[in-house]
């Protein structure tokens, strides 16, 4: 029997973040992404029509994982905010990236950008958008799983030459992936843009949510988990009124959101939190909230390509639609430092690929108490989820944050 060259290994081994790049690649359309009862995207391969080539496994970003002592450094770092103050206000984090899209199409440095759109996490999606209405209306953070890349085959068919791909680092490095099959693609794409990213969430988390807010997934009309501010409120609107979650509160990103049961399985496992692999990497300034007025987001840019320290220079000391000014890395990493991957995952990642065709490069040393630390979160988890993520109290959900410090045990 042929040896299966696909990506049902990913698959099996629990390391699928569901960003969509073997889809598109499939010679003969037999992928596709499919929510599982977990509330994760999957791809789900029709072995009937698959010929076995292998692509959709060439191109996966977790087809290996290399692990770093350090988070790799940016070329320059800047902070800065749209000086539009109702897309400022209404936007995650300052609405500088919103802004430079809207600049960038206006331009003509894009003709087309890369962005998710929806009204609601079921709905939500990658979209080609090539107007400021469009880009508007894609503002503000998309937390749920989204299967980006499957765009990439839609792009390959139009007639776009400068394109902004916008994505979480997953995404980015499915992209890079992609491109070195598709070079033609290459060279259409002019400009990446992702997102430091904790975790993406599972689809049920969205489902707990509701229920603790007591809002029927079917009366649900419209989803935000940002906006109205900074740090920001999160309004669900449904067909008997509107609920006002603020970011902070333990119902949201304060617990719940970031319980590592709410995360898609592949996050834990991230090498680069930080898509070092875009041109330029976009997060809140928190190092900035008590120097600056707190109902004002700020966005932190992390340019990691010339191309992407050239577009930001554009702005400084210019009377613009952004503000921005020069920022140290050191700043980014005293309050996100903590999303570097651990010698605890590497040890994690190790037993669970063990025996795979996934590669693992470390320059992690793997000590007794990392191993321990690894067990703990191990033995932890799986007892929560016997108890299943709808069963479990918010309080207890909330607390869960804390296995993620167990890992960061050196």
Excluded at 59 to 84: D, L, W
Excluded at 225 to 244: H, I
Excluded at 374 to 389: F, K, P
Aim: positive net charge.
């Amino acid at each position: 029997m042929i040896k299966n060259k696909t990506v049902n290994i990913i698959v099996e081994k629990e390391v699928c973040c569901g960003c969509g790049t073997c889809q598109p690649v499939c010679p003969v359309s037999c992928i596709t992404m499919q929510l599982d009862e977990d509330g994760q995207y999957k791809p789900v391969i029709d072995m009937d029509i698959c010929t076995n080539c292998g692509l959709c496994f060439k191109v996966c970003p977790n087809n290996e994982f290399n692990y770093k002592n350090n988070i790799k450094k940016p070329q320059e770092v800047f902070s800065g905010y749209s000086t539009n103050e109702e897309l400022r206000y209404n936007a995650a984090s300052g609405g500088l990236t919103t802004q430079l899209l809207i600049d960038g199409l206006n331009r003509n440095d894009f003709d087309a950008v890369v962005v998710v759109t929806g009204d609601k996490p079921a709905e939500f999606k990658a979209t080609i958008v090539t107007t400021t209405n469009e880009i508007l209306n894609a503002k503000a953070s998309k937390y749920t799983q989204v299967s980006v890349n499957i765009v990439l085959k839609e792009l390959e068919k139009n007639s776009y030459t400068k394109i902004c791909y916008v994505g979480l680092p997953c995404h980015i490095r499915g992209l890079d992936k992609y491109l070195k099959v598709k070079k033609k693609l290459a060279e259409k794409i002019v400009m990446k843009f992702t997102l430091v990213c904790g975790q993406s969430l599972k689809h049920t988390v969205v489902d707990k949510q509701l229920k603790i807010i007591k809002v029927k997934k079917e009366s649900l009309l419209r989803y935000s988990f940002r906006g109205e501010g900074w740090p920001g409120f999160q309004n669900v609107d449904s067909t008997l009124g509107n609920k006002k979650i603020a970011y902070t509160d333990k119902k949201a990103m304060g617990g719940l959101f970031a319980s590592p049961l709410s995360g898609v399985d592949a996050c834990l496992y991230c090498e680069d939190h930080y898509g070092s692999q875009a041109d330029i990497s976009f997060c809140d300034a928190w190092h900035l909230k008590n120097k600056e007025n707190n109902n004002n987001g700020i966005t932190s840019a992390l340019c990691y390509s010339e191309k992407g320290v050239g577009l930001i220079e554009k702005y400084v000391g210019t009377e613009a639609d952004v503000f921005i000014k020069k920022d140290d890395f050191a700043n980014i990493l005293s309050v996100q430092g903590h999303m570097k991957p651990t010698p605890s995952v590497a040890y994690l990642l190790n037993k669970k690929i063990n025996n795979s065709r996934i590669d693992l490069k470390s320059e992690l040393n793997i000590s007794a108490l990392s191993v321990i630390a690894a067990m703990v979160y191990t033995v932890s988890v799986r007892l929560l989820n016997l108890i299943g993520l709808n069963r479990l109290p918010l309080g207890l959900l909330s607390l869960s944050r804390g296995l993620k410090k167990i890992l960061q045990i050196k």
